[in-house]
């Protein structure tokens, strides 16, 4: 039985379209490699030390990998979020969270402020700590970093935010 040797006919413009995408698939490939070398992982001392030499480095990729497989979820949660039908209602939420800690942080620095001054703060009978209110400040600050960062998804910045505050205010 003769073999034969099938070659493919493409047309020149076939050909040169072929290499062109071949030629952006391996551009695309190249950068990937370069962006996934540059990841920086902080590895604490000790970590690896149980780890043979040869091994060390496919550690640190599949945790690069790891890493970038979380990032690829949070940014898909961020966007179904950010679509979602329920998104007025929870803006809506979180404005007025935002309003009613910053609220919550004036006072707490008014309270931190009288007890500088020498005034004695109690709730009920007992007397209230300068630690208690530093807590509840650094509390506020949290969680007010936290809803600016998720406002800022759905295009609201802080300027509007301490707009709408001020006018609470007033």
């Not at 073999?3 to 190249?30: C, G, H, M």
């Not at 990841?39 to 890493?67: A, G, H, Q, T």
């Not at 039908?85 to 402020?113: H, Q, S, V």
């Amino acid at each position: 039985m003769e073999e034969t040797k099938i070659t493919p006919s493409w047309k020149y413009e076939d050909y040169e379209e072929y290499l062109r995408l071949k030629n952006e698939q391996e551009a695309r490939v190249k950068e990937a490699k370069s962006d996934f070398n540059k990841l920086n992982v902080k590895i604490p001392e000790k970590v690896l030390d149980n780890v043979p030499n040869s091994k060390r480095e496919e550690v640190i990729n599949r945790v690069k990998m790891e890493l970038v497989s979380l990032e690829i979820e949070k940014a898909k949660e961020l966007l179904v979020k950010a679509n979602s039908p329920l998104r007025e209602k929870e803006i809506a939420t979180l404005r007025i969270n935002f309003a009613n800690f910053y609220r919550n942080l004036i006072w707490n620095r008014g309270r931190l402020e009288l007890l500088k001054a020498g005034t004695e703060l109690t709730e009920g009978n007992r007397k209230v700590e300068k630690h208690e209110i530093l807590f509840l400040i650094d509390k506020c600050r949290a969680e007010l970093d936290l809803m600016r960062k998720e406002l800022v998804l759905y295009g609201i910045g802080e300027r509007e935010l301490m707009e709408e505050i001020k006018s609470g205010f007033e």
